[in-house]
């Protein structure tokens, strides 16, 4: 079955500190991997994805495929990252696929 | 990009009603899909809304209760039929795979609440 997986409901970090929010997948086939932000009163908006391999607002995430595996990362974090992340993947690439999200993990970030 | 506006944002119904939610998209687009997100739940799909053809609804979600539209390639609706407080969620409209590769963009949401 095609499934998102986000252990962490909340991570609560201070600002300076690493963060890592964990995504573990189960997909039959090469799916393609995102990290979804939703900041507070906003609508839910692309962060990244894995086959740009880029880095924004100093997020990384890398795809590992034998974890099935795609942790976000970030050295220091701020407290403007505080916001809903959620992992989620479609399926090969072609036009207008569905997206399957995790639960989603809230990052607070305090100073 | 694609920018995605719907109606209404926020809505209290009773039980037994009916609501139609409207999404406006600023630019021709093929898919549009439609998630739930209930209460503490992550997002899921109702189904997918070809212009021209009829949706297509995932597993758990049919016809009857959530009819949709699709009259012209800005434009989808969904109603959410004979309500019950389970139906209280946001409901999203979205549209991608087709722009700058597989980004999907989000409307901004309809909080529904049933009493």
């Known amino acids: 079955a095609q499934r998102v997986t986000q252990p962490e409901k909340l991570l609560s970090v201070f600002k300076g500190a690493p963060v890592e929010l964990k995504c573990n997948y189960s997909?039959?086939?090469?799916?393609?991997l995102f990290w979804y932000v939703q900041y507070s009163r906003q609508r839910l908006q692309l962060l990244l994805r894995?086959?740009s391999r880029e880095s924004i607002k100093g997020f990384t995430a890398d795809l590992n495929k034998g974890e099935t595996s795609f942790h976000l990362k970030k050295p220091f974090a701020q407290e403007e990252d505080s916001a809903m992340y959620y992992c989620a993947l479609s399926g090969p690439r072609q036009a207008g696929t569905a997206l399957i999200f995790g639960k989603g993990t809230t990052l607070s970030v305090s100073s | 990009s694609a920018v995605i506006s719907q109606k209404p944002s926020r809505d209290i119904c009773q039980r037994g009603t009916s609501l139609t939610i409207q999404c406006q998209v600023d630019s021709q687009v093929t898919m549009m899909f439609w998630y739930r997100q209930q209460p503490g739940q992550s997002l899921t799909l109702i189904a997918t809304?070809?212009?021209?053809?009829?949706?297509?609804?995932e597993s758990g979600f049919v016809i009857d209760k959530f009819p949709i539209s699709r009259p012209n390639l800005t434009f989808s609706t969904l109603t959410v039929s004979n309500m019950s407080p389970e139906d209280s969620s946001i409901y999203l409209c979205?549209?991608?795979?087709?722009?700058?590769?597989?980004?999907?963009?989000f409307g901004p949401g309809t909080r529904l609440t049933v009493l």
């Open positions: 997909y039959s086939g090469s799916p393609e």
């Open positions: 894995h086959i």
């Open positions: 979205s549209v991608g795979g087709g722009f700058s590769g597989y980004e999907q963009f």
């Open positions: 809304a070809n212009q021209g053809s009829e949706a297509t609804y």
